[in-house]
């Protein structure tokens, strides 16, 4: 059993660096009531984040499209190191009773990442948050402020804040993202 858990954390480990786990297992955030897929799609730029080792460029954007009823063309950008980086990937609605939890993955051999929309106003703003246990010992989570404008109001920040710490996520760690100079020629 040692040498499992041993081989499973020597794993893990390189994953998680830059994230932020925590002990115990995920928690549970309520997500936007009545949530509506099709106002929420569109163009979203990163406003400020939990670090992620995914993500390690500036003017990062995503841009979503309904495909099906159930189907969303996920399509993330970021310039790193002076060139634009693109990864399309896909969205799903994983409970049609509670369509603010979405799915989203990369990639065709990983699963669905958890993709909760926890609040939007659906024209300014949106608050993600996403979550994956590792053995229920602990869970490593990303949080995501989004808006449709690269930059947002601080008592917009100030309320995101609010339903974080309202939901039990620590979000101590968030970082601006960097949004200058984007429309740049790159």
């Known amino acids: 059993m040692k040498v499992v858990f041993t081989a499973v954390f020597a794993f893990i480990l390189p994953l998680i660096a830059a994230q932020v786990p925590h002990w115990g297992p995920c928690p549970e955030p309520e ?6 897929l099709k106002q929420f799609m569109g163009r979203w730029f990163e406003i400020a984040k939990l670090p992620a080792q995914f993500e390690k460029g500036r003017c990062i954007e995503t841009n979503f ?5 159930k189907l969303i063309r996920v399509v993330s950008s970021e310039i790193l190191k002076a060139k634009l980086k693109k990864i399309e990937g896909a ?8 369509p603010a939890k979405l799915g989203i993955s990369y990639s065709y051999v990983l699963p669905y990442s958890p993709y909760w929309i926890l609040s939007t106003d659906y024209v300014n703003s949106a608050l993600v948050y996403s979550c994956t246990d590792i053995l229920r010992l602990f869970h490593v989570d990303f949080a995501w402020i989004l808006g449709r404008t690269r930059t947002l109001p ?6 995101a804040m609010e339903v974080f710490a309202k939901n ?4 101590s760690r968030m ?3 960097k949004q200058k ?3 740049k020629t790159v």
């Open 168 to 171: 039990d996520i620590d979000v």
């Open 181 to 183: 100079d984007c429309d």
């Open 175 to 177: 970082i601006p993202s």
């Open 91 to 98: 969205g799903v609605i994983e409970d049609m009773k509670n």
């Open 31 to 36: 997500v936007q009531p009545a949530f509506d």
């Open 154 to 159: 601080e008592a917009t920040m100030e309320k």
């Open 65 to 69: 499209t309904l495909k099906t009823d």
